[in-house]
């Protein structure tokens, strides 16, 4: 109570000398820093000082409050995202209804709490099921970009954990979705705890026996198991085991470039390469003899794991996405041949997603497309392939010698990348959910 008092005394003299108006608020212009966090923060301390001496929150406050929310949700770069931890652990809506509610004090106001009307907006989690699931990449992708995807396009009450499976089960919250996402791995405890909810398993890249696994030791039916191709779809669809347990959905892996980087095709080429984990010696080495007739230019392998080796090569961040868009730009030329999959490749060849070819497009990087997969043929229709080494070393060729042929893939590169954005995801997850919501669920 005394520092809500000094809060008060503070902010009373702070208004006196400089009245409050909303619009000095609000995002300024482009260019000049400022924390959508600590302006958010500000105008809840000046709500509940203004509270506590009896005073409503003057007008516009709550739409300015809003606007930061709104701000802070599209470029926090916190580790652990507090804004999913505001909607998740912490009632910030609710509070921000407390302090706006017309009660003469905060006793008062409070006691009305549990009378509060919410506008309702139905809820989903997306929800790791081990205990690391959220501090991966994937999750970063298929988690808070979705759920923030879902908030900003769909009006979901979308909410990510960033925690894991078993703390999101021991908190006591009132918060109740309708739909929940098991992310990689299934959250066995949210099974027992919503069992009228709608469970959806987004197992990402655990696919093949991995993926069988999980369906059949889960201890609830998943009414939709979401996969990376179209061709994944069908071959689980007539899977003699599974094609009983769920409805197999393709929804692929949205790109990233939200920043609308876009490299200059019109630039002499310098640098040829990929952006991998993986290592392709044979590629590097054929692409290294090829570049030999092209002085000044050379190949450049980006390693996330080298990148990004405080986080152990993990894209948590939403800067850490902003800095992988950034590396795709500084490429003139860019490989996307399947690598990692030496033991599993007829798996991997109609399983795994083509995000990183969806990534590479939609920065504008004319790309050496490999069509031995099925992730990267849905991506690249009407985009040349190649099959072999061979093939892929002529088409590196024809693209350092043609500037044109740089500029047609280089645009059309961007044309088929627009249908994997975010929003056209999300449209996506919208409309499965709406469908699953009209089946009743499980209730």
Not at 24 to 32: T, W
Not at 160 to 185: M, R
């Amino acid at each position: 109570v005394n520092m809500w008092a000094d809060v008060a005394v503070a902010a009373a003299r702070f208004t006196s000398e400089r009245p409050f108006h909303a619009h000095r608020f609000l995002p300024p212009e482009a260019g000049v820093p400022h924390c959508p966090f600590a302006r958010a923060t500000g105008y809840l301390v000046f709500a509940v000082a203004r509270r506590l001496h009896g005073n409503p929150p003057p007008p516009g406050l709550w739409d300015a409050f809003g606007a930061s929310l709104r701000d802070w949700d599209l470029r926090s770069a916190m580790v652990q995202f507090f804004f999913d931890l505001l909607t998740t652990v912490w009632p910030i809506w609710r509070l921000l209804q407390l302090l706006a509610t017309p009660a003469r004090d905060v006793k008062r106001a409070a006691d009305t709490l549990s009378d509060l009307h919410v506008e309702y907006r139905p809820g989903v989690l997306l929800l790791g099921g081990s205990n690391t699931t959220f501090q991966w990449g994937s999750f970063t992708v298929r988690g808070r970009q979705v759920a923030r995807g879902l908030r900003q396009h769909a009006d979901w009450d979308a909410r990510a954990w960033n925690g894991d499976c078993e703390s999101w089960c021991d908190l006591e919250t009132q918060w109740t979705p309708i739909a929940i996402v098991h992310v990689k791995y299934i959250c066995s405890c949210s099974c027992s705890l919503y069992p009228f909810s709608i469970h959806i398993y987004d197992p990402i890249d655990i696919i093949g026996h991995r993926m069988e696994e999980e369906l059949l030791q889960a201890n609830c039916s998943m009414h939709a198991v979401l996969v990376q191709t179209s061709l994944a779809a069908r071959d689980y669809q007539t899977h003699p085991t599974l094609q009983d347990l769920s409805e197999f959905v393709h929804i692929p892996m949205h790109h990233s470039n939200f920043a609308g980087i876009r490299r200059d095709f019109e630039e002499p080429v310098e640098i040829v390469g990929v952006h991998t984990i993986h290592k392709d010696e044979a590629l590097r080495a054929a692409a290294e003899a090829t570049i030999r007739d092209f002085p000044g230019v050379e190949f450049v392998h980006f390693d996330p794991m080298e990148l990004f080796g405080s986080t152990q090569g993990k894209v948590i961040t939403p800067s850490h996405t902003t800095a992988i868009t950034s590396q795709l730009a500084q490429l003139d030329i860019a490989f996307a041949r399947q690598s990692g999959c030496a033991t599993t490749p007829w798996i991997c060849a109609r399983f795994k997603t083509g995000q990183r070819l969806v990534n590479l497009m939609a920065v504008g990087v004319p790309v050496v497309v490999w069509g031995d997969n099925a992730g990267f043929l849905e991506v690249a229709r009407g985009y040349p392939t190649v099959r072999s080494v061979d093939e892929g070393m002529l088409m590196l060729r024809m693209l350092l010698e043609n500037a044109t042929l740089r500029k047609t893939l280089s645009e059309l590169g961007v044309h088929l990348s627009e249908a994997y954005s975010l929003p056209s995801i999300v449209q996506r997850y919208h409309a499965l959910l709406n469908r699953l919501l009209s089946q009743g669920g499980n209730s």
